[in-house]
């Protein structure tokens, strides 16, 4: 029920006068011994799943049926048509700092935020509010896939596979690919009660991109084509239009794929702050998500585990003036969904999330008490260590 979520929209001058004042109290708070630092080159294996079963399934419905998928999934199948470009998205993976959630590149800090893929996805507004939490007492993966595929116990039984720590379902058994993880189908139950999906979207991004970052390689579990279209800087006129859809604008555009992994590496470490537009055209949010219960930033909470973000590090995104916000805790809600003590924590950030807190939508050239004006300057990337990214492998090991 919405009236489940203690929401509270809080002044932007409130909302200064808070981040200030923890400032002043904690200070920038990571975990000791947490770093925040680029590997020299990270490793990425990018491959996507072969996507045309699903599309050629998307092509047989009519109309009708499509736009009852609108209605309750947003634009989340133009996602079948986005192009990635492999040799930008590489290049990005090396600039990602796990320590604060963001990207640095040269002089500029960014992140994707929960404003922006509820934007693209155009998810109703009654969703923003609903995040997907994993359910522990809830009905069982049987139940779940029989709800999914509207097939019998003994047929959806009869199918179920254990692969790792999981049990699953072969893919070609629900005219897909591959196998469907018991999370997954976890995800999919709650979608239709009509959860949002873009803080788990966020949340396994972010574990995804720390993990590869940390390590030096690994294999990206995220949404590449969300990245994609995240650059997006020139838009229609029709953005403003309630049916305007930019994925579906996204989809039919075919761009440049012919810059090198190490051109791309070479233009975003060199990046400057003039070479930004600080606003997204396509984005205009009345309200900004910023913290959710006794947190200081925004818990997510995604399929496989958890991880955290802070918005407050991304006011620039808004127009308004970016600063290294506090990050007490937020190294140690990074967690996967396994092992033991981790339900603990989980409920901790469910409970978190039923009182969101949001502010108004900052104004430009918004002022800051003169005591603090330094926290406001700054940049996390003054403080990483700059990899020199010049030894990289040939292209042709890398895709």
Request: overall charge neutral; glycine content about 4%.
């Amino acid at each position: 029920m919405e009236n489940e979520f203690l929401n509270k929209v809080e002044d932007n001058a409130a909302v200064r006068a808070w981040s200030e004042k923890l400032q002043s109290k904690k200070n920038d708070s990571l975990t000791e011994g947490y770093a925040s630092e680029l590997q020299e080159f990270t490793r990425v294996n990018a491959a996507q799943n072969e996507l045309q079963e699903l599309r050629d399934i998307w092509a047989r419905w009519d109309e009708e049926t499509k736009q009852l998928f609108y209605q309750s999934y947003g634009d989340i199948s133009y996602l079948l048509d986005i192009k990635v470009d492999k040799h930008l998205f590489l290049a990005m993976v090396q600039f990602w700092n796990s320590a604060y959630k963001c990207f640095t590149f040269g002089e500029v800090d960014l992140v994707p935020t929960i404003e922006e893929y509820t934007t693209l996805f155009r998810c109703p507004k009654v969703q923003v509010r609903k995040a997907y939490a994993k359910v522990f007492n809830g009905q069982t993966f049987t139940k779940k896939l029989m709800n999914i595929s509207g097939m019998s116990e003994s047929w959806v039984t009869a199918r179920i596979q254990q692969k790792g720590d999981n049990k699953c379902i072969p893919w070609e058994n629900l005219r897909a690919l591959r196998h469907v993880d018991e999370a997954v189908t976890d995800l999919f139950d709650r979608l239709e009660k009509g959860i949002t999906p873009v803080p788990a979207i966020l949340a396994e991004t972010f574990r995804s991109l720390s993990m590869c970052q940390k390590s030096g390689d690994g294999w990206f579990i995220g949404c590449a084509q969300l990245k994609e279209v995240d650059k997006v800087d020139k838009v229609s006129y029709r953005v403003f239009s309630e049916t305007y859809s930019l994925l579906k604008e996204e989809a039919a555009i075919q761009r440049r794929k012919d810059i090198s992994e190490e051109k791309w590496i070479e233009i975003l470490r060199n990046l400057k702050e003039g070479d930004i537009e600080w606003r997204a055209f396509w984005m205009v949010p009345d309200e900004i998500l910023y913290r959710c219960g006794n947190f200081d930033w925004v818990p997510l909470l995604g399929i496989w585990g958890a991880t955290g973000y802070t918005p407050l590090l991304a006011l620039r995104q808004y127009k308004s003036r970016q600063f290294i916000p506090t990050t007490y805790g937020l190294a140690q809600y990074e967690f996967s969904f396994k092992g033991a003590h981790y339900k603990k924590k989980l409920r901790e950030l469910s409970d978190a999330w039923k009182q969101t807190h949001w502010m108004k939508r900052l104004a430009v050239g918004s002022m800051v008490t003169p005591e603090y004006d330094g926290w406001f300057k700054k940049r996390v990337n003054d403080n990483v260590p700059r990899p020199s990214l010049e030894s990289t492998r040939p292209m042709e090991e890398q895709l």
